[in-house]
């Protein structure tokens, strides 16, 4: 007798914003072989709320909740309230580092009758892809042969903020409008602010426009390469949601960014995308995409290493 589609799907996924992107592929390979099913998404509402009712999810909660922090605790004791929640559903799918058991186990015991939990980071033996790894982890459920690539499914509204963002910028005339994102999770993965700078001067020459991207932790990064525009002034993309954020992605001709969660979110929604990765591995960690070109190597590549694949994947010429 076939197993019986479940209904309810809870999905646990921490991590930061590259993190939640590579797990993408997952959700749609869970939304394609369950398409009549209520997806929810537990994990942080800033960074999941760019898969809420587009496609992905159909609600989202906290997985930093106080009250849910007990989950993740050897025999935790959940509110009443919690556990009629979590009864509600029938799957749960986590992506968590779960050694010890203790999450599947807590979910069994709150009612969910089939759990399986997976560790989203690869086997350092293995060498897979993080997106693969998880779409491989999840196979029993969904089946093998998915896309590995991530994607973003924008509405209209999202795309019209986009275009009305750069609206100021189109209206100087017809040129191609590029950002860049000199930040990252860490000072060891950021391409030197001077490159930065001395590439968004170089396609300037050739007409290029430019976004910088400056997120909470990137003002230093930021100001570095603004320190070293002679000429250029980009258009600061400040203080957005991620959402937003991803919607101004979308509308560019194109992105240079390091090793970061924006990379990741410029590639998913099908920016032409240059990523530069200095100590992290791009075979396991790299954005994918059609439309994305990574320059990996331990010595920082020069600017003059770089300039040919940014005008080459935007056209701006040799």
């Known amino acids: 007798m076939a197993a019986k589609k479940p209904q309810r799907i809870l999905v646990i996924r921490g991590g930061a914003i590259g993190d939640f992107i590579l797990t993408l592929p ?7 072989t369950f398409p009549d099913a209520w997806i929810e998404i537990m994990g942080y509402p800033a960074i999941g709320e760019i898969a809420h ?9 906290r997985v930093d909740a106080a009250d849910i922090a007990p989950l993740f605790t050897p025999e935790g004791a959940l509110p009443e309230r919690r ?16 050694e010890p058991g203790v999450l599947s186990v807590n979910l069994r015991r709150a009612g969910i009758p089939q759990v399986l939990c997976a560790d989203p980071f690869p086997p350092a033996k293995q060498k897979a892809h ?50 860049a994102h000199p930040g990252s999770g860490g000072k060891r993965k950021c391409w030197p602010a001077a490159c930065f700078a001395a590439l968004m001067e170089k396609a300037a020459e050739r007409r290029a426009r430019w976004l910088l991207v400056c997120g909470p932790a990137d003002a ?22 991620l959402l937003h954020l991803a919607a101004v992605l979308s509308a560019c001709d ?28 791009p075979a396991v960690w790299g954005p994918v995409g059609e ?14 290493q770089v300039w040919p694949s940014l005008a080459e994947i935007v056209r701006l010429g040799a």
């Open 26 to 32: 997952a959700l749609r390979a869970l939304r394609k």
């Open 220 to 241: 230093k990064a930021c100001e570095e390469v603004r320190e070293n525009l002679p000429r250029v002034k980009p258009v600061m993309v400040e203080g957005l949601s």
């Open 291 to 304: 439309n994305v070109k990574t320059i990996a190597s331990s010595l920082w590549p020069t600017v003059e």
């Open 83 to 98: 556990l009629a929640q979590l009864r509600q559903f029938d799957l749960a799918v986590c992506f968590w580092k779960d």
């Open 53 to 61: 009712s587009r496609y992905y999810a159909d609600s989202l909660s």
């Open 130 to 179: 993080a997106a693969a790894h998880m779409l491989e982890a999840i196979a029993p459920l969904v089946g093998r042969g998915h896309d590995p690539a991530p994607r973003l499914f924008l509405n209209d509204a999202d795309a019209s903020f986009g275009r009305q963002f750069l609206a100021p910028l189109m209206a100087q005339g017809p040129a191609p409008v590029l950002a």
């Open 254 to 281: 194109g992105y240079v960014g390091n090793d970061s969660g924006v990379t990741h979110l410029a590639a998913a929604v099908g920016a032409p995308t240059l990523s530069i990765f200095g100590p992290t591995d």
